[in-house]
């Protein structure tokens, strides 16, 4: 079975700018989550999809967001970029119990 | 109550010795335990996992120790080698349960030669 693909796995963007990730899941696997790694934070929760529904939720702002297509493809947005946001995302996708999650290599943002 | 602590922040072992990382959790719900391992430029891969009905789990030079009672777990890596330098994770979520994982905040190994 093919794992967790993440495109872009580099990005560079400006502050203000907005970028969008993308995730494609192992095969079969309907739940697709998202995690903002930095140095200095470890690993933060963003969202969790379902079956194109938003599941669960991290704490943090509403210029991040995501969407998750019939597909179980899934995408996440970041607006209005600030320097802080300069980081790994991780997409992570898991199947039936026990609902053992499997990373994609990450998305490296970095922005200017 | 959703907090998994992770010690130590950093381990420097030598070639062939015990590599040692404690969790500890505090929400009794949780009932699915698993360590992962993430090199650099890497997503974190799944390593092991242990539920709470065991005490102890190995899988090769890898081995889980769990005290229910304590609400505490650990990762042994039995003859530590250089290529296990990498960071390490454990987590803990409720096995049939739709919430969100909870990530400890990561240990740093480096075996040396």
């Known amino acids: 079975k093919a794992g967790v693909t993440q495109t872009p796995r580099y990005l560079i963007k400006t502050r203000g700018q907005q970028v969008t990730l993308s995730c494609s899941p192992i095969?079969?696997?309907?739940?697709v989550s998202w995690y903002q790694q930095t140095p200095g934070q470890g690993l933060q929760f963003l969202f969790e999809y379902f079956s194109e529904t938003q599941r669960n939720k991290g704490n943090f702002p509403g210029r991040f967001s995501g969407r998750q297509f019939s597909n179980s493809r899934s995408e996440m947005n970041v607006s209005t970029l600030e320097l802080g946001d300069s980081a790994l995302y991780l997409c992570?996708?898991?199947?039936?119990?026990?609902?053992?999650?499997?990373f994609g290599p990450g998305t490296r943002l970095t922005v200017l | 109550q959703q907090q998994v602590k992770q010690s130590p922040q950093s381990l420097i072992v030598q070639k062939g010795g015990i590599s040692i990382i404690n969790c500890a959790y505090e929400n009794t719900a949780f009932d699915y335990f698993p360590w992962y391992q993430q090199f650099p430029g890497k997503g974190p891969a799944l390593l092991i996992a242990?539920?709470?009905?065991?005490s102890e789990k190995k899988e090769g030079r890898f081995t889980i120790s769990f005290n229910k009672s304590a609400k505490q777990f650990s990762l042994h890596i039995m003859d530590s080698q250089p290529g296990d330098s990498a960071t390490y994770f454990c987590?803990?979520?409720?096995?049939?349960?739709?919430?969100?994982?909870?990530f400890g905040p990561g240990t740093s190994l480096s075996v040396i030669p």
């Open positions: 992570a996708s898991s199947g039936t119990i026990p609902y053992t999650q499997y």
């Open positions: 095969s079969g696997h309907r739940s």
């Open positions: 242990i539920r709470p009905d065991v």
């Open positions: 987590a803990a979520s409720k096995i049939t349960s739709y919430d969100k994982v909870i």
